[in-house]
């Protein structure tokens, strides 16, 4: 992706990004160098290596998963907040319209978890992470005794270790700050939650 300097951010903000914004678009090439594309939740993992892992499971029936094996990375694309900005809201001159947002671009090589106990596992981690933790939160347990194992047989686990991540916060950085400043103000006053949650972003980038 196209990075400039100013809107690179570090590894540790883009975990925050993708833990925060976890429904994501999941590319993979085919033979013949056409992306396949599939709209899944990936969930980071912390398994101490660098970059750490993404999880998730695709539909057995979804082809993409066989594209695996290919020796391309794959790209999980996750978005952050995002909102339109007007020149109107800049200090006076010559100015043109832009968009603020936030993204990950997290680049691995998938692998098809084979197991049905680490299938279950995938699943479990994300049933938690979705549901919480309170007594009326559905979970594995909730199905008839072998109904889990399954509903594995119907989709396909899959563990994706991280090779590199780039993180882009594009949060009016290339302005002066009393533009900046305006921006991320309007942004806050709109009834819209993106601008809202691109205003917070703001407020935690700019000086």
């Known amino acids: 992706?196209?990075?400039?300097?100013?809107?690179?951010?570090?590894?540790?903000?883009g975990r925050d990004v993708m833990q925060a914004h976890s429904w994501a678009l999941l590319m993979t090439t085919d033979e013949a160098g056409a992306p396949f594309a599939t709209h899944l939740s990936l969930l980071w993992q912390d398994d101490g290596s660098e970059h750490g892992s993404l999880i998730g499971h695709l539909a057995?029936?979804?082809?993409?998963?066989?594209l695996f094996e290919r020796p391309a990375e794959s790209l999980a694309l996750f978005w952050g907040p995002h909102a339109y900005v007007s020149p109107t809201w800049y200090t006076p001159g010559p100015k043109v319209p832009t968009w603020n947002y936030v993204t990950v671009h997290a680049y691995g090589r998938p692998e098809v978890v084979e197991d049905t106990q680490g299938a279950l596992d995938?699943?479990?981690k994300l049933a938690a992470a979705y549901e919480g933790a309170d007594a009326s939160s559905w979970g594995l347990d909730r199905l008839p005794p072998g109904n889990a194992e399954a509903q594995t047989r119907?989709?396909?686990?899959?563990?994706?270790?991280l090779a590199r991540l780039q993180t882009k916060l594009k949060l009016s950085q290339n302005r002066d700050l009393e533009d900046g400043?305006?921006?991320?103000?309007?942004l806050a006053e709109s009834d819209n939650q993106d601008a809202?949650?691109?205003?917070?972003?703001?407020?935690?980038?700019l000086p």
């Open 1 to 13: 992706m196209y990075l400039p300097k100013h809107f690179a951010g570090d590894e540790a903000v």
């Open 60 to 66: 057995r029936a979804n082809p993409h998963w066989k």
């Open 122 to 124: 995938v699943l479990a």
């Open 154 to 161: 119907g989709i396909v686990a899959f563990r994706m270790p």
């Open 181 to 186: 400043q305006r921006v991320m103000q309007k």
């Open 196 to 205: 809202q949650a691109t205003a917070h972003w703001m407020k935690r980038v």
